[in-house]
Nanobody, 122 residues
Framework: VQLQASGGGLVQAGDSLKLSCVIS????????MAWFRQTPGKEREFLLL??????VSTEIVKDRFTISKDNAKKSLFLQMKSLKPEDTAVYFC??????????????????WGQGTQVTVSS
């Protein structure tokens, strides 16, 4: 399994941004996919997850963030709205071969995208 994240960039506070994560390899082995973010000197912060083949809904909303998928495009997305300067971070998509919940450590994810930088100016 390989993950390729993209879509980051420099935006202004209040803007929206949609990140993408293209999945290649044995997509059918994936059970959980998630988005994390990390700022320098801090641990990775969990944002949202989707149980890729188990969740009936194709999107899950949490506060200003929405995780969604497109099976045909073999892609996972993170829609972010009303961005704030404190959302500035490197954003990562991750995949696990196991069913995980929100409390799972990032160490439970076997596969990671390379990260995409999101910078929100005030």
């Amino acid at each position: 399994v390989q993950l390729q994240a993209s879509g980051g960039g420099l935006v202004q506070a209040g803007d929206s941004l949609k990140l993408s994560c293209v999945i290649s390899g044995d997509i059918f082995s994936i059970r959980t996919m998630a988005w994390f973010r990390q700022t320098p000197g801090k641990e990775r912060e969990f944002l949202l997850l989707m149980k890729y083949w188990h969740d009936v809904s194709t999107e899950i909303v949490k506060d200003r963030f929405t995780i969604s998928k497109d099976n045909a495009k073999k892609s996972l997305f993170l829609q972010m709205k009303s961005l704030k300067p404190e959302d500035t971070a490197v954003y990562f998509c991750a995949a696990s071969l196991f069913l995980l919940d929100d409390n799972a450590s990032d160490k439970m994810y076997e596969y990671w995208g390379q990260g995409t930088q999101v910078t929100v100016s005030s």
